[in-house]
């Protein structure tokens, strides 16, 4: 199983990023995707997941209404569209593979190098 999450990159305070992540090896819409955060000296945070179908998502309260995951079976990527960018959204991004439903999600791996998002102010 491979993930390539991409997209990342410095932008300001209120701006916008589009992330994608690419997923090979496993039959992608059999599985929920989900996307997580770290920043530096922090634990890996929780943001957002969407069912294999996509007809479900639940997102983190930090993010709700700033960010929107998708997802395009047929090209075997999620993506995580972020808006109002803030200072505290700083991190390296991953994405993998959840299981749950509802509001309960949990990653099954594997994690990937994620991608950096830097937001200046």
């Known amino acids: 199983v491979q993930l390539q999450a991409s997209g990342g990159g410095l932008v300001q305070v209120g701006g916008s990023l589009s992330l994608s992540c690419v997923v090979s090896g496993v039959p992608f819409s059999s599985y929920g995707m989900g996307w997580f955060r770290q920043a530096p000296g922090k634990e890996r945070e929780f943001l957002s997941a969407?069912?294999?179908?996509?007809?479900?998502?639940h997102y983190a309260d930090s993010v709700k209404g700033r960010f929107t995951i998708s997802r395009d079976n047929a090209k075997n990527t999620a993506y995580l569209q972020m808006n109002s960018l803030e200072p505290e959204d700083t991190a390296v991004y991953y994405c993998?593979?959840?299981?749950?439903?509802?509001?309960?999600?949990?990653?099954?791996?594997?994690w990937g190098q994620g991608t950096m998002v830097t937001v200046s102010s």
């Open positions: 969407i069912s294999w179908s996509g007809g479900t998502t």
């Open positions: 993998t593979r959840v299981s749950g439903y509802g509001s309960s999600w949990s990653p099954l791996g594997p």
